[in-house]
């Protein structure tokens, strides 16, 4: 099967600091990156959908200027967390779809994410 | 908008006993129906996945799940758990465009 690949798997960040997440396809030209946030004991929720080259839609709720999402090429997308808070410490997952892919999106291991 | 209900939060079975994991949909159309594991950390892996044709699913692992429409369910199933089953599991409907999860199930394997 396809394969997505995040990084870093978990980082420490002061808070007030930014830091970055990204999500590659390893083996297929990602059309589509979708990024989740995960609380401890909870479901995935969906933070946004970013296309190759346009700008990412985001769901209600979600600061787009807190949570940048890049998606400049078809294997690599970035969520920036900016000016990181203890709140914003979370697990965070990416997947990725594709051309021909049907329905299916692939997930990324998960970025666990622990702001100080 | 569709949602998913997973009506157990946990679940603990001995092991090599059968399984059933439950899992009710709300969708306008004909569902994409999924279910993924997730262990301790990491990300999700896809057990199985149905979109049409046979509504019972055969996936990785020794897992299945069966569609019924007239219950708008997609429950899953193991007729012999072992304990590395042990992990988070969560029902999802589709499409991948606007992809909703259940809440998840834990499951604990007794020896």
Not at chain 1, 94 to 105: K, L, V
Not at chain 2, 7 to 34: K, M, Q
Request: include cysteine.
């Amino acid at each position: 099967g396809a394969v997505v690949s995040q990084h870093p798997s978990w980082v420490i960040c002061k808070s007030g600091t930014s830091v970055k997440i990204e999500c590659r396809s390893l083996d297929f030209q990602a059309t589509t990156m979708f990024w989740y946030r995960q609380f401890p004991k909870q479901s995935l929720m969906l933070m946004a959908t970013s296309n190759e080259g346009s700008k990412a839609t985001y769901e209600q709720g979600v600061e787009k200027d807190k949570f940048l999402i890049n998606h400049a090429s078809l294997t690599l997308s970035t969520l920036t967390v900016t000016s990181a808070h203890p709140e914003d410490s979370s697990f965070y997952i990416c997947s990725a779809t594709g051309t021909g892919m049907n329905t299916e999106a692939f997930f990324g291991q998960g970025t666990r994410l622990t702001v100080v | 908008a569709q949602s998913v209900t997973q009506p157990d939060i946990h679940i603990t079975v001995s092991e090599g006993a059968s399984l059933e994991l439950r899992c009710n949909y709300s969708y306008g159309a004909t569902p994409y129906l999924f279910w993924y594991v997730q262990s301790p950390g990491q990300g999700l892996q896809l057990l199985l996945k149905y979109f049409s044709g046979d509504t019972l699913v055969q996936g990785i692992k020794g897992f299945e799940a069966e569609f019924k429409r007239s219950q708008s369910s997609f429950n899953l199933r193991k007729p012999s758990v072992h304990w590395s089953d042990a992990a988070e599991y969560f029902c999802a409907v589709g499409p991948r465009e606007d992809m909703r999860f259940g809440a998840g199930t834990r499951l604990t394997v007794k020896p």
